[in-house]
């Protein structure tokens, strides 16, 4: 099984911060990566797949990048809306979760 | 625009079967993959397999010998069948539309419905 370790689990911020969430894998996954959000009572939201092709609709502040197996999920102004907890999902092979991040207001 | 619609019991018993159907509407489910999803209370995501319009389907090696997706096309439908559960299998189960991006990459979600494994 491919594992998706995400850190951090928690991140305090403020509106305007830039955020960097990461999501290793345990092997090689070349890009097939992505990036959700979901808030709370509500079902995940696409942002990023394919490591980092923006989903239609997503604003461009959200982008994603690839080193080897580290991703990041990278925030580049963080807006109210934002607060949020963030997944990544490889697939690979089948398809995994990272255990997500929480992003709080400082 | 695509909507779906978990429906189902929200209570089993342990060792019983779960059973959940996904209604879609506002589009043709042919020509996309469909897939299950549970998040535990407090916890992560975890999918659980897709299938195709075709029939083709693709389980979580971990659930594999307990997953049963179906499809009908005629209802535009697609239903998860869960055996033997436990606790563990509590769960908010979602169902999910695969788009263009992939087998994989969910762009259309049910609102998730609640089901307790409970006696």
């Known amino acids: 099984d491919i594992q998706m370790t995400q850190s951090p689990s928690i991140l305090s911020a403020s509106v305007g911060d830039r955020v960097t969430i990461t999501c290793r894998a345990s092997q090689n996954i070349n890009n097939w990566l992505a990036w959700y959000q979901q808030k709370p009572g509500k079902a995940p939201k696409v942002l990023i797949y394919k490591a980092s092709t923006l989903e239609s609709g997503v604003p461009s502040r959200f982008s994603g990048s690839r080193s080897g197996t580290e991703f990041t999920l990278t925030i580049s102004s963080l807006q109210p809306d934002d607060f949020a907890t963030y997944y990544c999902?490889?697939?690979?092979?089948?398809?995994?979760f990272g255990q997500g991040t929480k992003v709080e207001i400082k | 625009q695509v909507q779906l619609q978990e429906s189902g019991p929200g209570l089993v018993k342990p060792s019983e079967t779960l059973s959940l159907t996904c209604s879609v509407s506002?589009?043709?489910?042919?020509?996309?993959?469909w897939s299950w999803v549970r998040q535990s209370p407090g916890k992560g995501l975890e999918w659980l397999g897709y299938i195709y319009y075709t029939g083709e389907s693709n389980y979580n090696p971990s659930l594999e010998s307990r997953v049963t997706l179906s499809i009908d096309t005629s209802k535009n439908q697609f239903s998860l069948k869960l055996t033997s559960v436990t606790a563990t299998d509590t769960a908010v189960y979602y169902c999910?539309?695969?788009?263009?991006?992939?087998?994989?990459?969910?762009?259309?979600w049910g609102q998730g419905t609640l089901v307790n494994v409970s006696s």
């Open positions: 506002g589009g043709s489910i042919r020509s996309y993959y």
């Open positions: 999910a539309r695969a788009g263009l991006s992939g087998k994989y990459v969910l762009d259309y």
């Open positions: 999902q490889q697939y690979e092979s089948y398809s995994t």
